[in-house]
């Protein structure tokens, strides 16, 4: 996958995240899991794009790092959104596979930079 194809896909990603908070309940957890979500769900993209522009290597991967934590976090959400059924979980099936295939790319991505730097 080329780094344009992955930034379509964190865009993609971006807007089913912004599709699913705008589905959340209009109740206090609602909306307080809701701000979280958005945040951190529309993060990775964002991050991703900089990263594409790091730098140096450590830089690249700093920034990367960051996009990582933002998945992993965004996981957290949507499992508690799942858990407490703000959302039907079954809604949130595919939601949580992109999530998790996105997750693998980086960490992925992160192993494999990491390993040339130090060769």
Known sequence: MTSEELKLRFRKFSGRIIKMVDNLPNTISGKAIGAQVVRSGTSPGANYRAACRAKSD???????????????????????????????????????????????????????????MNN
């Open 58 to 116: 450590k830089d690249f991967v700093n920034k990367l790092k960051i996009v990582e934590e933002e998945l992993d976090e965004t996981e957290y959400w949507i499992d508690i959104i799942s858990d407490v059924e703000l959302i039907k979980p079954e809604l949130l099936l595919e939601l949580k596979k992109e999530t998790k295939e996105l997750l693998a790319i980086i960490t992925q991505s992160l192993i494999t930079k990491k390993n040339k």
